[in-house]
């Protein structure tokens, strides 16, 4: 029986993706190994034996090949074809990678290794995906925003943060989010943790809210999105708003249009 294969010192070109980015390369031992081992499947150990001593005589005939000087396919299917042997000369019977411990070990780490893989994968896409949350939907505006509303002494659920009716802001359930952002960066660190402190809770009954603390709140928060907060007495905002309070809801719209806010 010839089982070592003397056309093994062709190598085939590196298999190339479509954008022609060279994939992993050909791990020739391990495609020695495997040869081997399908070659082997259902032998004595005789057989083995036998085959291992067509393989070392080949091995011999082609010693002054140059173009088998660093071949690597060639000595792994001759350890492996001693391993075998040895195995069988052992246990008697006929071989089956099913029952060889290394075979099923190498399979074993094989499968942790691409488990692990695919979590790491699943870590870089929900990274990824956290990432755009934390880069879309308006959260960066929205943190800048309460950190204008914060160094102008807006925020908080002291007294001194209210107007005639409720606190001069109220928080919305994108606040929280925002906080998020801040976290991730450290020069913001310390807004986080200040603002972090007031919990971004949102009132349980938006509706319930009395109309003029919904509308100084809207014009507050909206005046701080577009940077016009900087000196503006608050109690001008508290007292319009309970004057008309649908007139400074409209007002806040207003100051947020797109056409506006991009002068």
């Keep these: 029986m010839n089982t070592f294969d003397r056309r093994r010192s062709r190598r085939l070109p590196e298999a190339r993706g479509r954008a022609g980015v060279p994939r992993t390369p050909v791990d020739y031992a391990k495609v020695g190994r495997g040869a ?18 067509d393989a070392l005589l080949h091995q011999h005939i082609d010693r002054d090949r140059e173009d088998l000087a660093d071949d690597e396919r060639g000595p792994a299917e001759i350890a492996e074809w001693q391993r075998i042997a040895q195995l069988l000369a052992a246990t008697g019977g006929t071989y089956d990678p099913k029952t060889d411990t290394v ?28 990432q755009e949350r934390l880069h879309s939907g308006g959260l960066p505006e929205r ?40 976290n991730e960066y450290g020069e913001f660190y310390e807004m986080f943790r200040i603002l972090e402190r007031y919990g971004m809770t949102p009132p349980r009954d938006p509706d319930a809210v009395p109309a003029s603390v919904r509308a100084h709140s809207a014009l507050l928060r909206a005046m701080a999105e577009t940077k016009t907060l900087e000196g503006f007495d608050v109690r001008h905002a508290v007292r319009l708003a309970q004057a008309d309070p649908d007139a400074v809801l409209a007002l806040a719209a207003w100051i947020k249009t797109p056409s506006r806010s991009s002068r």
């Design 36 to 53: 081997v081992r399908r070659r082997a499947t259902g032998m004595t150990a005789a057989e083995a034996a036998a085959a291992l001593e």
């Design 103 to 130: 075979v099923q070990d190498e399979l074993a780490a094989k499968a942790a290794a691409a488990a692990e893989a695919e979590a790491e994968l699943l870590d870089l896409e929900l990274e990824q995906q956290r």
């Design 143 to 182: 943190a800048h925003m309460l950190m204008a509303l914060e160094n102008a002494g807006l925020l908080g659920t002291t007294g001194a943060h209210h107007g005639a009716e409720g606190p001069l802001v109220l928080h919305e359930l994108k606040d929280t989010d925002a906080l998020d952002y801040l």
